[in-house]
């Protein structure tokens, strides 16, 4: 049975650099979002939360309800209002039409559009936002931005602080007009964090820097916190001149010790066609197509490490570490060491 083992104190090391740069472990909070980058929501919530972690971040409901028990505080990130939201969590207002449809009495924070255009209110909607979420019963107590390029060394990011920095001058107007307590604000994910020099009393919304990757020159000296571990299924001699796997594209071009593991594409791994060289931790090959849930290399004993860098699979496949980690089945059982 192949497996993830969560290195637990990979990542209370990575909490605490985390929290240092911050300031203050009860301002960071943790993007648990995708079964926590593929690493498992319920196990790194109970971590993160025994650290000191008090906020986390999600994408749905389902996701909150999993790790609900952890945190005091737990942002939906992109939940389409129905009127049936459960009122323990805070909702990410990302369109302004979603304060009509939101429950009434829940808690709110304003997505702000401070130049990537994805999602959030512009600074001319938020006196409205207000408005309505007043009509609507909603209360408002956070607003944030999320950085475009905050990872390429461009003058972008300073464009948006900026950009945030004056939506936020204009709501702090706004709770006060509307006799409202101050709300919290947050903008930094992991690459803005990493470049961050002034955070005010901001929140920053950590994502992957908690798994331990960096996306510059590593100034939080970051460790990785998961390993995928394969198991061995089945071991043969491939004779030179025999082929292994689907199509036969590899070709022994001599006797070689090889075996099969039981990781595939079905498990979240992205097909390797068997062109190039897809290196596992071992630094040995795979060998020929991946199956859907197997792949053939140098006999490496009862079980082979496949990963324990996600960046060596994301160059490979030209993709990024998120979109490796991420896929992993939640299947794959998950273990702390
Ligand atoms: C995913 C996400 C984050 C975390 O990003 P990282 O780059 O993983 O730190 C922060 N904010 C929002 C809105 C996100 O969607």
Redesign the pocket.
């Known amino acids: 049975m192949s497996e993830i083992i969560i290195d637990k104190n990979a990542y209370l090391h990575n909490l605490t650099q985390i929290s240092n740069k911050v300031g203050d472990k009860e301002k960071v909070i943790a993007?648990l979002?995708d079964n926590a980058y593929g690493h498992g929501a319920s196990l790194m919530a109970k971590l993160a939360s025994e650290f000191g972690i008090k906020w986390a971040?999600v994408k749905s409901i389902k996701e909150a309800e999993e790790i609900s028990l952890f945190f005091e505080n737990i942002i939906v990130?992109s939940h389409i209002p129905t009127g049936d939201e459960n009122p323990k969590f805070i909702y990410a207002i990302n369109d302004i039409s979603n304060l009509l449809n939101l429950k009434k009495g829940l808690k709110v924070h304003l997505a702000i559009d401070t130049m990537m255009h994805r999602n959030g209110l512009k600074l001319g909607d938020l006196q409205s936002a207000f408005e309505i979420a007043k009509k609507m019963d909603l209360k408002i107590c956070g607003a944030y931005t999320?950085f475009r390029s905050s990872d390429e060394f461009s003058a972008e990011y300073f464009v948006q602080k900026e950009n945030f920095e004056i939506a936020k001058a204009r709501l702090r107007e706004l709770f006060d007009k509307f006799n409202l307590p101050k709300g919290v604000f947050h903008s930094h994910?992991?690459?803005a964090l990493e470049r961050a020099t002034d955070l005010g009393d901001e929140l920053v919304?950590?994502?992957?820097?908690q798994f331990g990757y960096a996306q510059f020159n590593d100034s939080l000296n970051l460790k990785k916190v998961l390993s995928l571990w394969a198991h061995r299924v089945s071991k043969r001699v491939l004779a030179k001149g025999e082929c292994v796997g689907y199509g036969g594209v590899f070709v022994a071009s001599l006797d070689l010790d090889i075996a099969t593991y039981d990781l595939g594409y079905g498990d979240g791994l992205l097909r390797y066609c068997g062109i190039g060289d897809l290196h596992l931790a071992n630094g040995q090959k795979v060998l020929g197509k991946m199956s859907m849930d197997s792949f053939s290399t140098i006999d490496a004993g009862s079980k082979v490490c496949v990963f324990d860098d996600a960046n060596v699979w994301a160059e490979f496949f030209r993709t990024i570490s998120?979109d490796i980690l991420v896929k992993l089945s939640k299947d794959i059982p998950r273990k702390i060491i």
């Open positions: 993007v979002k971040c990130l999320h994910n992991s690459a919304r950590v994502g992957i820097a998120y």
